[in-house]
Nanobody, 116 residues
Framework: QVQLVESGGGLVQPGGSLRLSCVAS????????MSWYRQAPGKQREPVAT???????DYADSVKGRFILSRDDDRNTLTLQMNSLKPEDTGVYYC??????????WGQGTQVTVSS
């Protein structure tokens, strides 16, 4: 069973930065892709950034130029560096790993609040 543990959320002022980490119990290169999703109050969960086995990240338009997704295969860690944060970035951020067989594994989520 794959376990994903997120950390790094918190309260930050608009324009500030946060770094989210997701540590996987399995080997990251064994997954087809790893992603960060977020869910704002009263809204559906939406993808934020994804990185596939080839290592090329893809971002939602709303975060392009502000967020940076990276992975450390040696430490089985997926990191989301979030800069120039806006109030609309507020939500619970989830890490997702998708296996080669298309199984999805989710972390428990970490709260990000952007507010003055």
């Amino acid at each position: 069973q794959v376990q994903l543990v997120e950390s790094g959320g918190g309260l930050v002022q608009p324009g500030g930065s946060l770094r989210l980490s997701c540590v996987a119990s399995g080997s990251i290169p064994s997954f087809y892709s790893m992603s960060w999703y977020r869910q704002a109050p009263g809204k559906q969960r939406e993808p934020v950034a994804t990185i596939t086995k080839d290592g090329i990240p893809d971002y939602a338009d709303s975060v392009k130029g502000r967020f940076i997704l990276s992975r450390d295969d040696d430490r089985n860690t997926l990191t989301l560096q979030m800069n120039s944060l806006k109030p609309e970035d507020t939500g619970v951020y989830y890490c997702r790993a998708r296996s080669m067989m298309n199984w999805d594994y989710w972390g428990q989520g970490t709260q990000v609040t952007v507010s003055s």
